[in-house]
């Protein structure tokens, strides 16, 4: 078992169910005729991005300008920015990445889009213009169907700018259970960004793209009429958050850490902390132990919450709960956890340790760590 | 004001401030001779420790290998790693170390040490070992005068180790209010710790080092016979939580954010969310604004919690709500925050921008993030 050869803690990667999350969801854009554009704030690394894209992903989604040009850069160049980005000098440089990829930046705010326009200008470039619609979050995103009209309006007026499509994102439902309220709550929010998009057509404007759609999301929907493409992320890794709902995606990353302490009877202390394991969706879930005794063969022994739990994360440490003795847990034993939300734990690190049924295969940059700008 | 001029969300070093919080832990250390081993965890950076030990820390105090081989790269010589490490490719590196700085790591297990002295020898080098005492937090460290003195044996009978002294850490009791409930506890806490010095030294081993000491209690412990060092580390920049406790440090880090939205009357969205700001000890707190309406010289504007709340952190996003309509706050401006926790805040960037009274200064490297190994 390679798991054992790397300085803990580090993120592996299980290729093979990797490869099978991306298909999968794939499979679904085929069957129900939606296109996935998967959001790249999960992973923050090229080398996944392209596997997304030779799957038959029509491009990425990026959080931001950072995350954007680390992909452009890598040869990915069909981008969503589904984000404000005001700063002049952040706006020239989505101006310059426009010279070479396809590049479009949701907008709430009239503001913003006349300062698009002249970075646009300014690079002799363009930009293509997705209006934001607040579809129950409560957060970024225009209001009204009414300010949408306007905003188009405005951006069909100036040099520089295409206006590209409408972009929700029902993040307040993703996690919701059960499935049936799920529904219900997606269908009132890709509704009212629909309605939005019907409304603009009414008025003459023709909505290109009509994104939404997380991994708690996606088939709804993706299916639902009027929606042309899904940004969710998370699919490829899973986590144990997302694990609760039953979707078709397997858990693919593991956080890898070491036993450094046994100091008494029920209790071990772990190498991840705070500093490389988030804890705003809960610590992160024990899965399996590689324990190095007696010069056995060393194997992945799965672990259950009735086995061993994380009772409190410091900076560095994971003080876990043994309510097993016979797992025997000793100093030096390795436990692979499931984090309880991927994508900020992600953010943690500066690489991927790929692994193909247990032996090591290859490290992968997280290029894109750090990249929040 | 050079703060409107860069990428946001990044990290500002107020250098004025950093400098006196510096200058005043040496005062302290001086009046009341204990020594000052700052803990790098916070800062991760060479260039601040190197302030550090020009200002009059003996040394540093690493949390990991990783934070402690950026320190020795950089030529700080007196090492502490106050953390177990159990990997023998680890212990090798340290070893390693060893040949160029004095390098000093804590343990709580015999097989742990056992296992410190073979890389040692493997390298011919010393290693100096600290042993870690729980003093009521119940994470690592012995639970028993009597482990310490069966493991000093254990030290002093293997090759390549060196009996360095004694390590605890009351961090439970850092956080307590009132001053004088956290004075008792940290008492009672110091007290463990001193004992099994006492006990050693009747069994005839002198500790050399016995540290302890957070921000919250450098003075209660940095003042308690039988101490020699303190370890304390957020003090360089505060954040939040240690605001509350009137010490005498003052806020030098602040994270500088755009307002990218303002989407309805009474709320705005900033840049900054859970990949730039921690949120374990609650959300970070709005400090100054910087506008950039009517072409006004941008000043900073301070803020209290009457005027302006972050009511959530999305990944990526800060909703705020703001309470006082006359701040005007209009997508571009700035908000300097000061973060809840800073060590896990520090950790999620790669560099700071350092100010002096508002000008930029220059950027120093965050060269030990992501060394959590």
């Known amino acids: 078992m390679d798991y054992m050869n790397f300085l803990t803690p580090y993120l592996a990667i299980d290729s093979n169910a990797l490869m099978r999350n991306i298909h999968?969801?794939?499979?679904?854009?085929?069957?129900?005729d939606v296109n996935v554009r998967p959001h790249v704030k999960t992973h923050k690394c090229p080398k996944i991005a392209k596997l997304q894209v030779e799957a038959g992903a029509i491009g990425v989604t990026c959080a931001k300008l950072g995350e954007a040009e680390v992909m452009v850069r890598r040869g990915i160049h069909d981008i969503l920015i589904a984000n404000q980005v005001v700063d002049r000098s952040k706006l020239v440089r989505i101006?310059?990445?426009?010279?070479?990829?396809?590049?479009?930046?949701?907008?709430?705010?009239?503001?913003?889009?006349?300062?698009i326009s002249e970075a646009a200008r300014y690079?002799?470039?363009?930009i293509g213009i997705i209006i934001e619609v607040d579809i129950g979050m409560g957060r970024c995103g225009i209001r009204s169907k009414e300010d949408a009209v306007s905003l188009v309006r405005l951006i069909k007026s100036l040099p520089g700018l295409r206006f590209a499509g409408l972009l929700g994102?029902?993040?307040h439902i993703v996690l919701v259970e059960p499935r049936s309220v799920r529904l219900e709550n997606c269908t009132q929010a890709n509704l009212k960004l629909v309605e939005v998009a019907e409304h603009l057509e009414k008025n003459g404007y023709k909505t290109g793209i009509v994104s939404g759609g997380g991994t708690g999301t996606y088939d709804m929907t993706g299916q639902y009429e009027g929606i042309t493409e899904i940004e969710a992320g998370s699919y490829v890794f899973m986590d144990s958050c997302y694990a609760k709902l039953g979707l078709p995606f397997e858990q693919s990353l593991f956080l890898v850490s070491t036993v450094v302490s046994a100091p008494e009877q029920g209790v071990c202390v772990a190498d991840c902390g705070l500093k490389t394991a988030t804890s705003e969706f809960g610590y992160p879930e024990p899965a399996f132990l590689l324990t190095t005794r007696g010069g056995e063969k060393p194997a992945l022994t799965q672990l259950?919450?009735?086995?061993?739990q994380v009772k409190i994360l410091s900076e560095e440490h994971a003080i876990l709960r043994i309510s097993n003795p016979e797992l025997g847990i000793s100093v030096g034993d390795?436990?692979?956890?499931?984090?309880?939300?991927?994508?900020?734990t992600v953010n943690l690190y500066n690489e991927y340790h790929v692994f193909n049924s247990g032996s090591f295969v290859e490290k992968w940059t997280i290029e894109a760590r750090g990249a929040s700008y």
């Open 334 to 344: 390795k436990i692979l956890m499931i984090p309880s939300h991927i994508c900020t």
């Open 95 to 115: 101006a310059e990445l426009a010279k070479v990829a396809d590049m479009k930046i949701s907008v709430d705010n009239p503001t913003n889009v006349q300062a």
């Open 123 to 126: 690079m002799s470039s363009s």
């Open 24 to 32: 999968r969801m794939q499979e679904f854009s085929r069957r129900v």
């Open 169 to 171: 994102y029902e993040g």
């Open 304 to 308: 259950s919450e009735e086995d061993i």
